[in-house]
């Protein structure tokens, strides 16, 4: 559309310069151009040929005018886009973030190291014991005290530390 509008501005110019350098004057004019006669035109004709060249003028102006336009609002939306991807991005770090602390908390407790748990059996269930101080016997082995660690499933993305679809 830019480019139709700057050809029929740039031709309607010419046509126009081209036009008033050949007036010779007088009620009926004889368009000559470049050494050869075109066609013998009254006054009004010129007129009316005049408004038609105008006419494609400002139809070619208006052509550019309407592509700047187009140009601006792609350009407006674009940057609309390009704002709304860093909010994405920045709430997307933000919430890495705050699983990958999630994570490392779960992992480690504050405690440094493993909690002890006491297993109690079931009420009525019947332990031997020894008879030096409740101690169990011999035989048996002793309650486990601390739960097993847990396997956790490692956390797959395509997001790498200091990567941001912005960059």
Known sequence: MLVLGLLLVVLSGAVAVLLIAYNNGGDAQTVTMFGRDLADVTMAQAFIA?????????????????????????????????KEAKVAAKER????????????HRHDPVGGGQTDT???????????????????????????HAAPPQQQQPVITNIKPGDSPTR
């Open 50 to 82: 005049g408004l038609v060249v105008a006419t494609v003028f400002l139809i070619g102006l208006s052509m550019i005018m309407s592509a700047g336009r187009r140009a601006k609002e792609n350009r407006s939306r674009y940057r609309e886009a390009r």
């Open 93 to 104: 770090d933000e919430l890495a973030e705050q699983l990958r602390k999630e994570e490392d």
């Open 118 to 144: 006491m297993v109690t059996p079931p009420a009525g269930t019947q332990m031997p014991h020894d008879n030096r101080m409740g101690a169990p016997a011999p035989d048996m082995t002793p309650p486990r």
